[in-house]
Nanobody, 118 residues
Framework: QVQLVESGGGLVQSGGSLRLSCVVSGFTLSTKGVSWYRQAPGKEREWVASSLGGITSSPEYADSVKGRFTISKDNAKNTVYLQLNSLKPEDTAVYYC??????????WGQGTQVTVSS
């Protein structure tokens, strides 16, 4: 059974940093990629970054976070991380990790709240 559990969110001032963690089970990170998404209040969920694994050959980032966020993974700990630096108020959202279930469906974690104050 595939499960993803996020943690590490919180309240931080603009310019600050956070590290989010996503512990996965039911599959191995060496063969399957994991992505981070976020959803701000009143907005649609948007893709943020994708990790190495599966057919993905290198990390990928949305333009809005490129140069500020870094995705990484520890296969031995079954954990994917998202380092958030130089945070802005517009980064405030619930952050979710996710992996593909089928070509049209994804598994999702429960999310972790990130709030950036100005």
């Amino acid at each position: 059974q595939v499960q993803l559990v996020e943690s590490g969110g919180g309240l931080v001032q603009s310019g600050g940093s956070l590290r989010l963690s996503c512990v996965v089970s039911g599959f191995t990170l060496s063969t399957k990629g994991v992505s981070w998404y976020r959803q701000a209040p009143g907005k649609e969920r948007e893709w943020v970054a994708s990790s190495l694994g599966g057919i993905t050959s290198s990390p990928e980032y949305a333009d809005s976070v490129k140069g500020r966020f870094t995705i990484s993974k520890d296969n031995a700990k079954n954990t994917v991380y998202l380092q958030l630096n130089s945070l802005k108020p517009e980064d405030t959202a619930v952050y979710y990790c996710s992996t593909l279930k089928t070509s049209r469906e994804r598994y999702w974690g429960q999310g972790t709240q990130v709030t950036v104050s100005s």
